[in-house]
Structure formats: C-alpha cells, structure tokens
C-alpha cells in the first residue's frame, strides 16, 4: 500500500549518461524506463518526473570570462529536454503513457507546461516528464523540481542522488562522517547542508512538502519511500 499518492521524482541527469555519466546511453535510460513500469505496476501512484541535464551540458562549468550565463542556462534547459524525450521513447517502447511537457516552449516536439493539464494528466494515469527547468535562467532543477512539486500538488518530493542520504560532510571523504535520518529544512539550512539549493528549500518549506534524498542507484529505494519505509534522510518543515 502506497502512503504517498502523486509523487514527484528528481532524477540527475548523469543517470541518464549510463556508465559514463556522459551523453545519452539508451540502455541506461531504458533500465530507468523499466524500473518507472514496475514502479507505477506495483504501486498504483501517481509520477511526475523532473530531470536534469549534466551529461549533456552544465552551465555553471562556463561562467567565465565574456560567457553569458543566462545564454548557458538555456543551452542546460535544451539538455534537460532532450533527456526528457530519450526517456518516454524508452517509456513508449515499455506501452507505458506518459506526457513530457516543458517550461521552455517547444512545440513541435512537447507540450508546454499548463498546471491544470499536467494534473489531468497524472490522474489519467500517464507518467509526467517535466523538462525545460523552471524555464528561465539561474534557477537550479532543484529549484523545477520543488516548484512543480508545489504546482501538481505533490504529496511528496524524492531527490534520488548517488549517496543514501544527507550527512554532515562528503563520505567519500570523510569515513567518519555522520549520517541524517531526519531533518527539518531549518535544520539543514543552519547547518548549512546543500542537499538543495536555498530556493528549492524554502519552497519545500512554505508549500509543507517533505522531501526525501536517497541512493537512486538502486531503484527499489523508490518504492520502499513511496511504502513508507525509513530511506535515506527524510527533510520536513
């Protein structure tokens, strides 16, 4: 039994870069697929999916000199689509509905963000892909991922990441480093933890929606979540 409805799920873009975290590796973005249709079978939820872009491009690597970082944010958003596209052909080839719709308008290609479309959407049933970021420059996915959230009416927001929670310095540094189960956003703002960044957090914080981080590269970290089940490092207002 699922104790989250409609879900809203932020998947890094590396994931889709397979191996190499680099370009698009369709064998990769359809074992995603895969786990997304087991996923919606055994579950019953309602997904919405935000991703990023950074195996294909990352702005923040090019802001210097005469670089406009605007202009470099757009070219990240164009990154984010195009993800987003790999993965419902990958959906499509499983028979599984799904709608990408995006911030940064692009017509011939997907559907533009519309609040009420995209909700009706998630109760026909279709998997939802949100790309294009918020659609303006120098906000963050994280910052798409919780203003969506907030949009659809989320229940939840997860940040799937390649560590299995929230610690108070990097493990891959540090061995003695010490691991959250739970935080309040103040918590982690205070303590200066960049799970997310500021935006994305104080959103989540005014909107009341709890979010959890936790190891994506094991996709059944998903639905122990959705169930209920202590994973990662839940963050609540």
């Known amino acids: 039994m699922a104790e ?7 998947i ?3 994931v889709f870069g397979g191996q190499k975290k680099v370009g698009l590796d369709f ?3 359809g074992k995603i697929a895969s786990n997304i249709k087991n996923l919606i079978d055994e579950t019953g939820i309602q997904l919405a999916i935000v991703n990023g872009g950074g195996n294909l491009f990352r702005g923040r690597n090019y802001r210097e000199g005469t670089v406009d970082p605007a202009q470099m944010d757009y070219i990240g958003m164009l990154g984010t689509i195009m993800n987003a596209l790999a993965l419902q052909q990958e959906l499509n080839a499983l028979g599984v509905q799904s709608r990408v719709m995006s911030s940064l308008r692009l017509d011939q ?9 995209a909700i009706h959407h998630m109760e026909k049933g279709y998997v ?3 790309a294009g970021g918020t659609g303006s420059p120098f906000f963050t996915t994280d910052s798409a991922a919780a203003l969506k ?5 989320a229940d939840i927001l997860l940040k799937g990441t390649n560590v299995d929670g929230v610690y108070d310095c990097d493990p891959n540094q540090n061995s003695n480093a010490k691991k959250f189960t739970h935080l309040t956003f103040q ?6 933890l960049m799970v997310m960044d500021s935006t994305a957090f104080a959103l989540c914080q005014s909107q009341n929606i709890p979010l959890v981080v936790f190891d994506v590269r094991d996709f059944k970290n998903v639905k122990r979540v959705i169930k209920g089940e202590k994973v990662g490092t839940l963050i609540t207002p």
Do not use: Q, T
Request: with cysteine; net charge positive; glycine share 6%.
């Open 4 to 10: 989250y409805k409609r879900v809203l799920l932020k």
């Open 12 to 14: 890094s873009g590396e």
């Open 27 to 29: 064998k990769a973005i």
């Open 109 to 117: 290609a997907c559907e533009p963000f519309i609040r009420l479309r």
């Open 128 to 130: 939802l892909i949100l």
């Open 149 to 153: 959230a907030a949009e659809i009416n």
């Open 187 to 192: 918590d982690a703002l205070v303590k200066g």
